[in-house]
């Protein structure tokens, strides 16, 4: 799954200590048993999702999509609590850090645009912080012709919630993120170029991962993807 299209993150509450009751299965990631209020999932867990399009108003089936953990505790990329994980569906690969305060972290290998060289990057969730994280850097650029450029794509918590999937029930923390890349042209309320993306994922702490995610692309101001992911299956 790619990063807008699974790339899945997670998030945190003041009733943590709820969660963290059932937070007993897999191996942990320090002596405490956990990182922050994060359960780590063994080797070999796996997580089944179902992988719904949505576009047309209704709910179609895709395919299923499954995902293995095949490291944790890994040192990478200045993190030290990385969770490696296989996606069996796409033949990718995906990272996540549990971070002592809560958030989670995904990295990703992008194209750093200034040099064209590849770069490993974290784009952290405020499951923990609860604290809107921008996730690039938001550009406000005025041209030469007054047309404006407007880019930002940011990371928000929500609140704790009670999400049931066919897997089972589970207390959640809900995350979104929004991102937009606008053109806006002179006397033009905004042009026909303009691009958003929102993404919504609820993480449950209890399996370290996340268990539900809704994705909405708009591509020049019409809908470009919608798409469901829901847990249906995990083994610990």
Not at 172 to 191: A, F, G, Q, V, W
Request: charged fraction near 20%.
């Amino acid at each position: 799954m790619s990063r807008a299209r699974i790339i899945f993150l997670c998030i945190l509450l003041a009733v943590v200590p709820i969660v963290l009751v059932a937070c007993n299965q897999g191996t942990t990631a320090t002596s405490s048993g956990s990182v922050a209020f994060w359960t780590v999932p063994r080797v070999g867990a796996t997580y089944v999702f179902s992988d719904h399009d949505t576009s047309q108003g209704i709910s179609e089936f895709r395919q299923v999509d499954t995902l293995v953990v095949i490291r944790t505790e890994q040192h990478l990329a200045g993190k030290e609590h990385v969770l490696v994980l296989y996606d069996r569906t796409y033949f990718d690969t995906a990272f996540y850090n549990y971070e002592p305060n809560g958030d989670i972290s995904e990295g990703q290998r992008v194209i750093n645009d200034t040099t064209d060289i590849q770069e490993f990057r974290w784009y952290t969730n405020p499951t923990g912080s609860q604290e809107p994280t921008a996730l690039e850097v938001p550009e406000n650029i005025i041209q030469p012709d007054e047309s404006r450029y407007i880019f930002s794509d940011s990371s928000f918590f929500i609140a704790t919630e009670s999400v049931a999937t066919p897997a089972a029930e589970f207390e959640t923390l809900h995350i979104i993120e929004r991102s937009i890349d606008d053109n806006i042209e002179p006397n033009k309320l905004s042009s026909s170029s303009l691009d958003t993306s929102i993404e919504n994922r609820w993480f449950a702490p209890s399996i370290g991962f996340f268990t539900k995610m809704t994705v909405s692309d708009r591509n020049a101001g019409r809908q470009f993807l919608s798409e469901a992911l829901e847990l249906v299956h995990y083994n610990p």
